[in-house]
T-cell receptor
Framework: EDQVTQSPEALRLQEGESSSLNCSYT??????LFWYRQDPGKGPEFLFT???AGEEKEKERLKATLTKKESFLHITAPKPEDSATYLC????????FGQGTRLTINP | DAGITQSPRYKITETGRQVTLMCHQT?????MFWYRQDLGHGLRLIYY???????DKGEVPDGYVVSRSKTENFPLTLESATRSQTSVYFC???????????FGQGTRLTVV
């Protein structure tokens, strides 16, 4: 059965302090690893899809990377508006989510 | 409006009552999903559907019923609501098995 584990559960950074979030996964056959951002009181918002090991995607201060066992979401020089919960998910039929990383960027 | 919409946004119901949460998408996506989100548990899959008239259980299906007679609609029914079903419910849809899913704005359900 597909499983996703994210770490850390919560992360506090100062504005401009770069870091990475981890998403470890086990699937029978990867048909895409998905990253989402969720703001309080809202539904998850799609960020990236990664399909194969070595693939990278970028959007503003975010870069997602993928290996055969895990994915990283790198945040470079974050701003307070990057504060949110970041979720990753896998699954061709059922879409299974990790528990998320709650990211707080302090000004 | 194009997209995926849930209704109602907020609902308070009493224990034992039946309640239905609605989900409508305008993209003709094949897949639709229902999740519940609780503190400490993340997003947990309740039911999903790969096409009209095809549904399957997720991680936490007990106490819930779904149907999908039309591609665009995927209602979720709590047959006899319990306090443990107090949660935020999200509906989502995706084109196919390897594509990203898009979420509705959520329904906050309180069972008293």
């Amino acid at each position: 059965e597909d499983q996703v584990t994210q770490s850390p559960e919560a992360l506090r950074l100062q504005e401009g302090e770069s870091s990475s979030l981890n998403c470890s996964y086990t699937v029978s056959g990867l048909r895409g690893l998905f990253w989402y951002r969720q703001d309080p009181g809202k539904g998850p918002e799609f960020l990236f899809t990664l399909y194969s090991a070595g693939e990278e995607k970028e959007k503003e201060r975010l870069k997602a990377t993928l290996t055969k066992k895990e994915s990283f979401l790198h945040i470079t020089a974050p701003k307070p508006e990057d504060s949110a919960t970041y979720l990753c998910a896998v699954g061709a039929q059922k879409l299974v989510f990790g528990q998320g990383t709650r990211l707080t960027i302090n000004p | 409006d194009a997209g995926i919409t849930q209704s109602p946004r907020y609902k308070i119901t009493e224990t034992g009552r039946q309640v239905t949460l609605m989900c409508h998408q305008t993209w003709s996506h094949s897949y639709m999903f229902w999740y519940r989100q609780d503190l400490g548990h993340g997003l947990r899959l309740i039911y999903y559907s790969a096409a009209a008239d095809i549904t399957d259980k997720g991680e936490v299906p007990d106490g819930y019923v779904v149907s999908r007679s039309k591609t665009e609609n995927f209602p979720l029914t709590l047959e006899s609501a319990t306090r443990s079903q107090t949660s935020v419910y999200f509906c989502a849809s995706r084109v196919g098995g390897g594509s990203e899913a898009f979420f509705g704005q959520g329904t906050r359900l309180t069972v008293v």
